[in-house]
């Protein structure tokens, strides 16, 4: 299959995908796609309104049906920078940005930026023509102040910070108010990267402070005796609670790290350019570790009690704070949630499941189901979404995707179709498609959680000590003996070695 036919067929199955996942408004209404402006490519004159009505190449670039669906990387690099008849809109600004890390890396394309701006402006000769200087700098600091606000975390590289600091400097010489807007632009950059230092700073202290619950067990028995259901017995506050998590971790996640995180290996066969020392994806890991934590968090608290009354009513409670999640539009604590209580040493509890009523469990399990490619989910996160796009209150815009879903979808997208077509050029036909579903992605982030933090509750969740996978096994043959020989091995030698460690 060619690198066309297999994007097309891919673009038909995201279709149906996004169709699923919510998607109400037509991404092109949304984000208005480019149209193919000659005058950035030579001084014949300008024409704003010129589309080409056939399929053909032009400067590097290719149209079809009026639509960019390719190019070489340098016309495409071109197409990004404004002149003083032309600024490219933010569709192909943002899904520029977003996908150009796949053949270079953002200080490079800055460079290339700011060589563009100068030569093709003549920023570098003294004798410029000011009122030029005046038409075009506010088109290129527009850019500027989109690149830092949209991939703010680009500018944690020292080289991109130099490229912006030579550009703007440029731009402003002279004129008060150029000078005061680049200004407001840099401090808005720099609060940004201080609060994202700040995050991950006390995501290090948290995750430092986080002990093996085994082992807070044995040294300090009476630690452990405090519970999910001591800290907060109602299950609307503790989805609220979880709400309130997701969304603080979902804002700092920056749109390159979908793409940064497919970069596992070079997808120009080899090309050295490829970046492989940026830190690539650091938040977006942090999110999905939040999401195993939360997980294994659950199933402590199933395993924990001794009594088989106490663990039951344990489930029954998680049971319905997952219902509270899912009406909340919280589905990636759902499904959390859900993971715990399907995990072995949780679902072995014959004896304490059957005193649960499962009733509900079994209606969140259904809208969960993998089947059909998560239908089911994609329904209801359909109805969320459609929700959050007519929403009177802050709590109906809420809309948090099942993450690793996400992340799925956006590989398999990638992966199906060649990012080079056999010309040669940049195939933006499947960037488009990859800008789609992480520009709703952009949405659903910058909802800001409605409810009322309760600290006690937040700590707990984030820090209260877990037990292993082998000591949640252990936790649980303690509460229900093993049922065949192979669980009594298993019991035996975790006992050896886990109460045994020194």
Same mark, same amino acid.
């Given at each position: 299959m060619s690198g066309g036919s297999s994007c097309a067929a891919i673009r038909r199955q995201t279709s149906a995908r996004l169709i699923y996942s919510g998607v109400s408004v037509p991404f092109e209404d949304k984000m208005p796609q480019t149209p193919p402006f000659p005058a950035m490519y030579g001084s014949n004159g300008y024409n704003n309104n010129l589309y080409k009505e056939k399929e053909e190449d032009y400067e590097g670039l290719y149209y079809h049906d009026n639509n960019l669906v390719s190019g070489s990387l340098e016309a495409l690099i071109e197409h990004l920078v404004p002149t003083v008849a032309y600024y490219p809109d933010r569709t192909y600004i943002f899904t520029f940005l977003l996908s150009s890390r796949l053949f270079i890396h953002p200080y490079e394309l800055m460079s290339k930026v700011c060589h563009l701006c100068v030569d093709q402006q003549r920023l570098t000769d003294p004798q410029a023509d000011k009122a030029r200087v005046r038409k075009i700098a506010p088109k290129i600091l527009q850019l500027l102040t989109e690149w830092t606000e949209t991939f703010p975390y680009d500018f944690r590289d020292e080289r991109m910070m130099?490229? +912006?600091? &030579?550009?703007?400097?440029?731009?402003?010489?002279?004129?008060?108010?150029?000078?005061?807007?680049? %200004?407001?632009?840099?401090?808005?950059?720099?609060?940004? $990267?201080?609060? +994202?230092?700040?995050?991950?700073?006390?995501?290090?202290?948290?995750?430092?402070?986080?002990?093996?619950? $085994?082992?807070?067990?044995?040294?300090?028995?009476?630690?452990? %005796?405090?519970?999910?259901?001591?800290?907060?017995?109602?299950? #609307?506050?503790?989805?609220? %609670?979880?709400?309130?998590?997701?969304?603080?971790?979902?804002?700092?996640?920056?749109?390159? &790290?979908?793409?940064?995180? +497919?970069?596992?290996?070079?997808?120009?066969?080899?090309?050295?350019?490829?970046?492989?020392?940026h830190k690539k994806a650091s938040n977006l890991e942090a999110y999905v570790e939040w999401f195993n934590r939360l997980s294994y968090l659950v199933a402590t608290e199933i395993c924990m009690p001794v009594k088989k009354k106490h663990?039951?009513?344990?489930?029954?409670?998680?049971?319905?704070?997952?219902? &509270?999640?899912?009406?909340?539009?919280? #589905?990636?604590?759902?499904?959390?949630?859900?993971?715990?209580?399907?995990?072995?040493?949780?679902?072995?509890?014959?004896?304490?499941?059957?005193?649960?009523?499962?009733?509900?469990?079994?209606?969140? &399990?259904?809208?969960?189901?993998?089947?059909?490619?998560?239908?089911?989910?994609?329904?209801?996160?359909?109805?969320?979404? %459609?929700?959050?796009?007519?929403?009177?209150?802050?709590r109906e815009k809420i809309v948090i995707p099942f993450f690793s879903l996400l992340i799925k979808d956006i590989y398999f997208l990638n992966e199906g179709c060649a990012s080079r077509l056999p010309t040669g050029h940049v195939n933006f036909e499947k960037f488009w498609e990859l800008a789609k579903q992480v520009m709703e992605f952009m949405t659903w982030k910058k909802v800001e959680c409605p409810f009322d933090r309760d600290r006690k509750i937040l700590q707990y969740l984030l820090t209260a000590p877990v037990f292993s996978e082998d000591a949640l096994y252990l936790a649980s043959y303690e509460s229900e003996g093993p049922e065949n020989n192979m669980e009594k091995d298993r019991w035996k030698s975790l006992r050896s070695s886990l109460l045994n460690r020194t």
């Open positions: 130099k490229s +912006l600091k &030579e550009l703007t400097h440029r731009l402003s010489t002279g004129d008060e108010l150029y000078r005061k807007a680049v %200004q407001q632009m840099t401090q808005t950059l720099i609060r940004k $990267l201080t609060t +994202l230092s700040q995050y991950e700073e006390a995501l290090a202290k948290i995750n430092s402070s986080v002990t093996d619950r $085994l082992t807070v067990l044995k040294t300090k028995p009476q630690s452990i %005796q405090r519970d999910i259901l001591t800290i907060c017995s109602d299950p #609307f506050t503790l989805a609220q %609670q979880l709400t309130h998590i997701e969304l603080e971790r979902l804002s700092y996640i920056g749109p390159e &790290e979908f793409i940064q995180a +497919l970069v596992q290996k070079d997808p120009l066969d080899n090309d050295k350019r490829c970046f492989s020392d663990r039951a009513r344990v489930i029954e409670f998680f049971i319905d704070v997952a219902r &509270e999640c899912f009406n909340i539009g919280n #589905f990636n604590s759902l499904m959390a949630i859900i993971t715990g209580m399907n995990m072995s040493p949780v679902s072995r509890l014959k004896k304490t499941w059957g005193k649960v009523k499962t009733a509900k469990f079994d209606i969140l &399990e259904h809208q969960m189901d993998p089947s059909s490619n998560f239908y089911n989910y994609r329904t209801a996160l359909r109805g969320a979404t %459609q929700r959050s796009i007519t929403a009177h209150s802050s």
